[in-house]
């Protein structure tokens, strides 16, 4: 089975730009994450989205991020207008999750894709 | 706020030396801790899930501990093969209760193994 495929691998753009990042999760998962990741800060989670709806988009830095999961095999990640601070490696996964008690329980564990590695100029 | 600390950042070890890695988390209501490997260029790949306190796991030369403060990543004779990043994260019930599926993962310690 194909794991969680992104695109493009790398991005290199100017200020001012916009960026669109893609990722195709596993078959199967219900679960789809966006994660960024720099040296300074480590990796962050911007959104996920459980059965292609946000329930978390806490992480997201601001109005310039936005994410959309029309169907269940395929997400986006844009930016617009990009900023040399947006400049990391962005990662796409995806899981199982299943109702757990109070709160859903990540079944098993995430996969993560390859990343996304963005430069903003 | 909940936290998750990786001690060291870096270590280096000759093959053969064992050691361990560090993670400590300040999360409520924990719900699992799960480590993960990262090589250079790729993203993380999963090893462990442990979901209370004195739950072990072990694969190959790798073994994790659960405290209810903090988790350990033991490695016994060391491998160059098993220089990369080592990421903690965990999942918690926040304090509204409310679903959560969210991992706040550390900043990991990258290892170096050398022969």
């Known amino acids: 089975d194909a794991g969680v495929i992104q695109s493009p691998r790398h991005e290199v753009t100017e200020m001012g730009q916009e960026v669109t990042l893609r990722c195709k999760p596993i078959?199967?998962?219900?679960?789809l994450f966006w994660y960024r990741q720099t040296m300074m800060r480590g990796l962050e989670l911007l959104i996920y989205f459980n059965n292609n709806v946000p329930i978390d988009d806490s992480g997201m830095p601001e109005d310039r991020f936005s994410a959309k999961m029309p169907n269940a095999s395929f997400s986006t990640l844009k930016i617009q207008p990009s900023e040399p601070r947006d400049s990391a490696v962005y990662f796409c996964?995806?899981?199982?999750?299943?109702?757990?008690?109070?709160?859903?329980?990540?079944?098993?564990?995430?996969?993560f894709g390859e990343g996304s590695r963005l430069t903003v100029l | 706020e909940d936290q998750v600390t990786q001690s060291p950042e870096a270590l280096r070890l000759q093959e053969g030396e064992s050691s361990s890695l560090n993670c400590s988390y300040t999360?409520?209501?924990?719900?699992?801790l799960f480590w993960y490997r990262q090589d250079p260029g790729k993203g993380p790949e999963f090893l462990f899930t442990l979901y209370s306190a004195g739950e072990e796991k072990e694969k190959e030369r790798l073994k994790a501990t659960l405290t209810k403060k903090e988790s350990f990543l033991h490695i016994t004779a060391p491998k160059p093969e098993d220089s990369a990043t080592y990421l903690c994260?965990?999942?918690?019930?926040?304090?509204?209760?409310?679903?959560?599926?969210?991992?706040?993962f550390g900043r990991g310690t990258q290892l170096t193994v050398w022969p």
């Open positions: 078959s199967g998962h219900n679960s």
């Open positions: 999360v409520s209501g924990l719900r699992g």
């Open positions: 994260a965990v999942q918690a019930r926040n304090n509204r209760g409310s679903t959560l599926g969210r991992l706040y």
């Open positions: 996964a995806s899981t199982m999750i299943t109702s757990g008690g109070s709160s859903p329980v990540i079944t098993g564990e995430l996969f």
